[in-house]
């Protein structure tokens, strides 16, 4: 089968939900499926140089193609002409395409050239269909949704969300849609023989380490966090935190949280690691002894499923649509958007070594369960196969 995935952009800065397109293409030729991945060369906004990656190239990469396309004329809005170019000449030799995003001006002009060529495709909404996703610039999205997504939700095949929960609560401006439900992946970690992450980041060895691993945005939750933590702090609960994730497309508000915590009594049980990846960002998800994620709204939670998978207990609020799984297998805690659960959650986890121990086992056997690539391929597989027989 020949399948196209299509994404604005791979970059780190983007974080995992336009990652995982890598480890889904991966699993998908593993599983004998054919992939070309579209995407371009978008680094960040202005500020940032593109990836330093060759252009219009079919690039080989884990058993699949990529090619990277040059941002162009907008490349603050990771729009490529010649990506859509190269769509609109080559589509019709493809099965189906999933498009990754929506609001992103390539992403809606893939799935219009879709349409027009007949390609069945698949729409993933990353939750951008959310209603509290929608509240940002309003009327913006509802004429660009009306306008533009509207017509692109009616064409497609089907609309990937996923969880039930997101499935549930999303907008589609009017349109009846063929919903699939499948949950993204993540790398079953191998456990490291030595964690260097404390001694690295000189973090005490003597008390438990609180993560938190993702985006610095306002959707996250750190406004709940920071006044739970501080809370801890005050009642003397021995723990230590770690601010892991950056955001350099609203550098400002991430400044304001590092700022907060260095006028806190939070100040010194905290490192702030910023971005992290590779080797690090495995051994500090190894090295927690919780890992919290007090979000507003999370249409999946990816940073959850790699904690999850890591062998680490989390603490999610009940917005972080992976949270009826996490509560099925005792994997963690799930509380309300309230600072007063939050801390009082925290404080009973800190608690009980044994419990987080338990815990942390649930944690890698729910993503053993549910969260392998290799699994999630063959049922994605199935998914695409089913959509383009009826093209």
């Given at each position: 089968?020949?399948?196209?995935?299509?994404?604005?952009s791979v970059a780190l800065v983007y974080g995992g939900p336009s990652q995982m397109i890598l480890g889904l293409s991966a699993a998908l030729a593993a599983q004998g499926a054919e992939v070309t991945l579209l995407t371009t060369n978008a680094n960040g906004d202005a500020g940032q140089p593109p990836l330093d990656v060759p252009l219009a190239q079919l690039l080989p990469q884990?058993?699949?193609?990529?090619?990277?396309?040059?941002?162009?004329p907008w490349r603050?809005?990771?729009?490529?002409?010649?990506?859509?170019?190269?769509?609109?000449?080559?589509?019709?030799?493809?099965?189906?395409?999933?498009?990754h995003a929506l609001f992103s001006p390539v992403s809606t002009a893939s799935a219009a050239i879709a349409r027009f060529l007949e390609l069945p495709y698949l729409l993933r909404p990353l939750g951008t269909l959310d209603p509290a996703d929608l509240q940002k610039k309003r009327q913006l999205k509802q004429v660009y949704g009306w306008l533009l997504e509207r017509p692109n939700l009616a064409g497609a095949a089907g609309v990937h969300f996923t969880s039930q929960e997101e499935a549930q609560i999303s907008e589609r401006f009017g349109v009846k849609t063929q919903d699939i439900v499948l949950p993204l992946g993540v790398e079953l970690p191998v456990r490291l023989s030595h964690n260097c992450a404390r001694q690295q980041l000189a973090i005490p060895e003597n008390c438990p380490l609180i993560l938190f691993m993702s985006r610095i945005d306002r959707k996250k939750g750190l406004d709940l966090l920071i006044p739970a933590l501080e809370q801890l702090v005050a009642a003397d609960k021995n723990f230590y935190f770690v601010l892991a994730g950056a955001n350099p497309q609203d550098p400002g508000y991430e400044t304001q949280i590092q700022?907060?915590?260095?006028?806190?009594?939070?100040?010194t049980r905290t490192k702030i690691a910023g971005f992290v990846s590779g080797e690090l960002k495995q051994a500090l998800l190894q090295a927690a002894d919780?890992?919290?994620?007090?979000?507003?709204?999370?249409?999946?939670?990816?940073?959850?499923?790699?904690?999850?998978?890591?062998?680490?207990?989390?603490?999610?609020?009940?917005?972080?649509?992976i949270h009826p799984q996490v509560s099925a297998y005792g994997a963690g805690w799930v509380v309300p958007t309230q600072v007063a659960d939050l801390a009082a959650q925290l404080q009973q986890a800190l608690a009980s070594a044994d419990d987080r121990r338990r815990r942390g086992e649930q944690a890698r056997r729910l993503a053993e369960d549910k969260y392998t690539w290799s699994a999630i391929a063959k049922q994605m597989l199935a998914v695409y196969e089913t959509l383009a027989r009826r093209r």
């Open positions: 089968m020949r399948l196209l995935q299509i994404v604005p884990d058993g699949y193609q990529v090619i990277y396309f040059r941002c162009s603050r809005y990771k729009f490529s002409l010649p990506l859509l170019g190269w769509l609109a000449r080559h589509g019709k030799s493809y099965d189906l395409a999933h498009i700022q907060q915590i260095q006028g806190s009594i939070l100040r919780l890992f919290v994620l007090p979000s507003y709204y999370e249409n999946f939670g990816i940073a959850v499923a790699e904690a999850l998978a890591a062998g680490t207990p989390v603490v999610i609020s009940d917005r972080v649509h």
